[in-house]
Each structure stands twice: as structure tokens, then as C-alpha cells.
């Protein structure tokens, strides 16, 4: 038996996740900083790691999770001006990598507050929900030090 709405909001919230990683790897090619290219680098590692982990989710859910090349063609990404934006500097980049990882927290808070959503899905979801925050909480403090 399979959770169809579930296994939608969990495709959506891993799309997210994809975008976030994606994002993440262009910043770390483009900043010109060896802190800031490692710090994204273990970034998209982390988004990487939680998009595995929806992965498996939706499998245990008796769905089938979106793959890349979907999800890469979709026409509304967050991360996408990301490579236009930081061609100039760091600063760019962090406001960039900042802007997506607000939209994927505002994504896991409005698939918490769905009804719908399988209790063991809803776990996973809060498990890295408390990452998202402190990650945040680390690209703000990044924007204060390069101002």
C-alpha cells in the first residue's frame, strides 16, 4: 500500500533538497575564499545526505522518488540564479546560498504542518529540520563577516 500524498510532498521537499545541493556545489566552484568553498562543499554533502534520506523515505512510503534529470528540467528553481548572481563575489554567493536555504526551510515547515504527511515521514522532516536552522543561523553570521 502505497502513501500518495506522503510520497508528493516528500518529491517536492526532495526537489528542494536537489536544487539546495546543486546550489551549493556551483557556490563552492565560484567562491574565491577556501573557508567559503569548503564550508559549501560540506554543505552540499549535508543536502546530499538528507535527499538520500527522503529517497529512502519515500520507498518505504511504496513510492517513487523523482530522479535528477526531472527534477534538473523543472522551470521554477531557487538555486538557478545562483551561478549569474555570484560571478561577481562572495558576498553574492552567501546571499544566494541564503535565499534558497530559507525557501527549503519554509518547504519542511509547511510539509510539518500538513495533516497528511506519515508520522514516520514527519520525523525524518524534524530530524534535519534543527540542521536547516543552525545552517541558516551560520550563513547569517557568514554575511556579517564579509560585510
Known amino acids: 500500500m502505497t502513501d500518495d500524498k506522503s510520497i508528493d510532498i516528500l518529491n517536492d521537499i526532495l526537489e528542494t533538497l536537489i536544487d539546495s545541493t546543486h546550489g551549493y556545489e556551483k557556490a563552492a566552484e565560484i567562491a574565491k575564499r577556501p573557508t567559503l568553498q569548503e564550508f559549501f562543499s560540506r554543505r552540499a554533502?549535508?543536502?546530499?545526505?538528507?535527499?538520500?534520506?527522503?529517497?529512502?523515505?519515500?520507498?518505504?512510503?511504496?513510492?517513487?522518488?523523482?530522479?535528477?534529470?526531472?527534477?534538473?528540467?523543472?522551470a521554477h528553481r531557487v538555486f538557478m540564479g545562483l551561478s549569474a548572481a555570484v560571478q561577481d563575489n562572495d558576498e553574492a554567493a552567501i546571499g544566494a546560498v541564503d535565499t534558497g536555504e530559507e525557501h527549503l526551510r519554509n518547504k519542511f515547515e509547511k510539509a510539518l504542518d500538513k495533516e497528511e504527511l506519515a508520522a514516520s515521514a514527519k520525523a525524518l522532516l524534524r530530524n534535519y529540520q534543527g540542521e536547516l536552522r543552525a545552517d541558516g543561523r551560520l550563513i547569517d553570521h557568514l554575511e556579517e563577516a564579509i560585510d
Open 45 to 74: 554533502a549535508s543536502r546530499r545526505t538528507m535527499a538520500a534520506a527522503v529517497r529512502n523515505e519515500i520507498t518505504n512510503l511504496g513510492g517513487t522518488s523523482d530522479n535528477d534529470g526531472t527534477i534538473l528540467a523543472s
